[in-house]
């Protein structure tokens, strides 16, 4: 396990780790930073995300309030939507806006929106993917002679995870831009209220573009390694 981990390739990973620590920790200081700012409005992260869905139709999505922090999700098979502690019950603008992008996802699902509906597909693909990718590609590598075509099939699943990552990127930013659009085009959120709800989801944003570039450095890696072995 070492040597497949700290072998020279692993110098592909670094810009990609360098990003991921940037993301987290811009995500994390945004949200707390706009989170001690009060909407003008007064409302909850709760009741924007409930006026949103009866506005739009989605009366039957139940709003419900999970722990931890940053933890919001829409579940695409449950109809159900989550916001964290720290989002629920809170009238900040970090709240508004992410409760604003977790509703977004659920006007995507209600439309059909092509990524989103590919990304769902992917899903448990690239989950299942992820998963043995890396043992296959491994017990492949170490016995190339006589299995190394273990390797081409971590390859493949690890391919799944990549594509995952890539078709997530459009469907954030979409869920994120109507969010904007309906907090501002409402009065919910004014004027720096605006510019600051949307430097918080800007910020969550990278975390994604993060994820795909460490996805796309581990591939290349895998690529590397593998032509390697030939």
């Known amino acids: 396990m070492p040597f497949f981990f700290l072998d020279a390739t692993f110098i592909i990973l670094i810009p990609a780790l360098i ?12 949200f707390l930073r706009y989170s001690r700012v009060r909407n003008a409005s007064g409302m909850t992260g709760s009741q924007v995300a409930r006026r949103i869905l009866n506005e739009q139709g989605l009366n039957d999505i139940p709003v419900h309030k999970v722990r931890g922090q940053l933890t919001d999700h829409y579940h695409p098979r449950k109809r159900e939507l ?39 597909a992917f899903s448990p693909v690239a989950g299942f993917g992820s998963n043995l990718a890396f043992p296959l590609f491994l017990i492949g590598f170490i016995f190339s002679t006589s ?15 990549v594509l995952f990552h890539l078709v997530t990127l459009p469907v954030e930013f979409d869920a994120s831009a109507r969010a904007i659009a309906y907090l501002e085009g409402t009065g919910i959120l004014r004027g720096e209220e605006v510019s600051h709800a949307k430097k918080v989801l800007n910020a969550a944003a990278w975390t994604y573009v993060a994820a795909a570039t460490m996805a796309i450095a581990q591939l290349v890696r895998l690529l590397i390694l593998r032509s390697a072995r030939d």
Do not use: C
Request: charged content about 15%.
């Open 19 to 30: 990003l991921a620590f940037y993301a987290q920790s811009k995500v994390k200081n945004t």
């Open 82 to 120: 989550y916001l964290s502690e720290s989002v629920h019950s809170s009238n900040s603008v970090s709240a508004l806006g992410v409760a604003a992008h977790e509703v977004g996802h659920a006007l995507q699902h209600r439309d059909a929106y092509m990524p989103l509906k590919i990304r769902n």
């Open 147 to 161: 299995i190394g075509w273990l390797m081409d099939v971590g390859i493949l699943f690890f391919s799944a995870a």
